[in-house]
């Protein structure tokens, strides 16, 4: 027999809170369920925090569950306080379905579209006239009630406005559209969502009898060992979207994980078995200078939101800048591999190294330092050291022409744009 998900959930340590533990776990052993967790269109990529709770949907998803993710068009017009200690900008209507639409393709790209649903809760929620809302949902809620959850009450001294407030009606709203329509009956969501959660909860016991069984379940706040936010790095947040995190960017995040967190993120972010992560787990202790958990963690992630050859293509790219060897990646390799090195632009044709690390670049401050820096043999140029004063620099020669890499010493790049 396959081990009970919730079980599994709670090995993996990805379960914070639960509103009926055992009630839950019983059902999920004998019902396929749909179940839902929400994302407001805050932004035009998910990160990585986000793929916390997308993981625990998708192995729901691979047991014969249903997932159905909530688009927020219609909470995100209005901004969720969880979490926030004031007041959001609201935004515009435009904002919301730009970000509304990146969302979409990212999110099918990770659940396909089998046994999977994307709703809108802006098609219910918008459809609601002020009288409707008062009379048939704000009845059921006790403001004393609503002002004594956490995001509330914590927002209560810095103040919050009537439409803040109100939105843990509108969660609730959904969750009840959600049963009715979906037969959605577990949400997810992470710890700060447990008023939002809890509140959809009551007004299903609330119109569908007090036995309907409707589950809520949080997942913990991940921090890392040394104590600092995860998912976040020196350049911001590690995003899905190619264009914002590249997928060597993102291979190089997950590859970079301290040992002391390695082994829960593959709990958390891998559809590795207990026995693979504990191999792992004893590779660390015994030769953590090999990193294999952290290249298995990288391989396993970067497949899952970028496919296999973006693994392959990461893996080329660590190997040729650790080498050296530069000219065995392809231009648009190179633009992955050196995005945020320094960048300068040159648009010319064949040119003296010299003038070209002086005039051209200034890469060089002086001609004297830069003859000097050449002839000690600490210019490279594309990955191969030249010390010859007349060597001329063809920008047409490697990765089609787009760029020139220059190596200053160890480990100094500057990327050279010459298209
Ligand atoms: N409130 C959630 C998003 C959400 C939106 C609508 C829902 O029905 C559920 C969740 C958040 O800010 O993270």
Excluded at 17 to 22: M, V
Excluded at 162 to 169: N, V
Excluded at 277 to 291: F, G, H
Aim: proline share 3%; hydrophobic share 40%; aromatic share 10%.
């Amino acid at each position: 027999m396959t081990e009970n998900i919730i079980d599994e959930l709670t090995w993996r340590g990805t379960i914070n809170q639960q509103t009926d533990a055992q009630g839950l776990k019983d059902y999920v052993q004998n019902h396929k369920i749909a179940l839902y967790c929400g994302v407001d269109p805050t932004g035009d990529s998910l990160h990585v925090g986000h793929l916390v709770t997308f993981m625990i949907l998708k192995r729901f998803q691979l047991l014969g569950h249903k997932p159905v993710i909530v688009i927020g068009g219609g909470t995100g017009s209005i901004g969720d306080p969880s979490g926030k200690k004031s007041e959001r900008v609201l935004q515009t209507m435009e904002q919301v379905h730009h970000n509304q639409a990146a969302l979409t393709k990212q999110m099918i790209n990770l659940f396909g579209t089998d046994n999977f649903e994307i709703v809108n809760n802006y098609d219910w929620l918008s459809q609601i006239d002020l009288l409707t809302f008062l009379r048939d949902y704000g009845k059921l809620f006790n403001v004393n009630t609503m002002l004594n959850k956490e995001i509330v009450a914590s927002r209560l001294e810095a103040g919050i406005s009537f439409t803040e407030f109100t939105y843990q009606i509108l969660q609730a709203i959904d969750f009840l559209t959600l049963y009715r329509q979906h037969q959605v009956q577990l949400q997810i969501g992470g710890g700060d969502q447990w008023g939002n959660i809890t509140a959809g909860i009551d007004l299903i016991h609330r119109l569908e009898g007090p036995k309907t069984p409707v589950f809520g379940l949080t997942i913990p706040l991940l921090l890392k060992a040394d104590g600092t936010k995860f998912g976040k790095t020196e350049g911001g947040a590690v995003w899905l979207d190619a264009h914002k995190t590249s997928p060597y960017e993102f291979y190089q995040f997950w590859f970079n994980t301290d040992d002391r967190d390695v082994v829960k993120y593959l709990k958390y972010f891998t559809f590795l078995s207990r026995e693979e992560i504990a191999s792992l787990a004893k590779q660390v202790q015994e030769a953590p200078e090999k990193r294999a958990a952290q290249r298995t963690l990288a391989r396993e992630v970067t497949k899952f939101v970028h496919g296999s050859a973006a693994v392959e293509q990461a893996e080329r790219i660590s190997a040729a800048l650790f080498s050296g060897d530069l000219l065995k990646l392809s231009a648009d390799e190179i633009e992955q591999g050196f995005h945020g090195v320094p960048a300068v632009e040159y648009h010319g044709g064949v040119v003296n190294l010299v003038e070209f690390l002086v005039d051209k670049t200034q890469i060089e401050p002086s001609r004297r330092q830069a003859r000097e820096d050449i002839q000690n043999g600490a210019i490279y140029v594309n990955g191969q050291r030249q010390q010859d004063l007349d060597f001329q620099v063809d920008p047409q020669t490697a990765f089609s022409g787009r760029f020139v890499i220059i190596r200053k010493g160890k480990k100094k790049y500057t990327l050279v744009r010459t298209k």
